[in-house]
């Protein structure tokens, strides 16, 4: 007797009785119309997306699914499989996107973030630092297990301009990715080479990427921003301080 | 793998499915294609595009022995899902992509309001036409028939 082992993919609808109903259930859509030469091309961006921080790279092979962009849905489908938790922000989070990753991926959705290989997060997701705390970085020995993010922004600009710096950069790229300052105090708390977190960031159809090995740094023009700030709060702090101990003294002299 | 959890299903469909799913993997091609028109005739979309692959062929000495490996064989799977939102499946052994697409959209429609109508035109037509061919090839294989049975060996005589 033999029996040949298929891989059959998580279906609904098996029925007859309540056909219509059990196969309805969240509509699913095609995955890369060519699978071979898309997951193909989808790799070799993110490849030099990675290898090259701060390039940007075209995906045009996916699709918008349930509030998800095209590049991270490209991009999903290119890396997630059988052997990749995949862990998704509530806010992306819609059982229509579920049952394509299961169908066309088939692999396991994850509520635990530590066990998670690859996490879906938006941009409010992005800066909850107690969250990001909590994907994995690897271990000494085995580094490669970290976690791999991908954060969705809205676009790659108007944010603060920062200074990357590293491997991959001939001398410093100056980008302006739409993220506060908790995102990126998390990412350099996580990171502690070999350890850290690789990021994928993906905006419409584009993708960037920031292996733990770049440096980050809010740019001069920016730190003399923030120092002027700083300087103008100290100022008013200043001028109020001696105005609010003459008020304490008044008393004192009139008495 | 947790396939057929749904508890809204009755293990009858379930069968039922399974029979219909048997039949369209053993049908002829050249009995398929006189429904392709009438198939396609309402749009539906290619979830996944009938793509050639293997799968690992497991058995058992004799049926009850350990599972071993014992080869690989070449399958075409097809997904598809009609306006309805009925989704259908098909696995066929070899590399015939029409067939995978389809037995595919057979599927989908017997999941869909039609199902009767499909059943009695596509299914039991395909049945009848595999169960002939299959006795044909039993007619066959009777003329040169052996009976080992009746084969006497020596050995045991000679004490």
Redesign the interface.
Known sequence: ?????????????????????????W?????F?D?VRDAQQVFRAALTVMSEPGKTQLLAAGRQVAGLHGASYALLLALADADTPVWISPRLDHPALRANLV??CNCPITVHRPEAALAVLDDEAAHDTDLLREFSVGDIRRPDRSCTLIVQLSGFTGGAPMLWRGPGIPLEHRLFLPLAETFWLAREERNAFPLGLDIFFTAGEHLMGLPRTTHTQYSDECAQVLRSILRKEDGKAARKAPRTGRRRKTPGESA | MDTNQDPTLASSDIQARQQWMYTLSHADIADLLPFETRLKAEPYQLIRPPEIGMAMVRGRMGATGEAFNLGEMTVTRCVVQTDEACIGYSYIAGRDKKHAELAALVDAHLQGTRHRSWLCQVIALLDARRLSRQAGEARRHDSTRVDFFTLVRGENDVA
């Open positions: 007797m033999m029996l040949p082992e298929v891989p059959m993919a998580k279906d609904k609808g098996q029925g007859t009785g309540d056909r219509r109903l059990a196969s309805a259930g509509g699913l859509e095609p995955g119309s699978p169908f066309h």
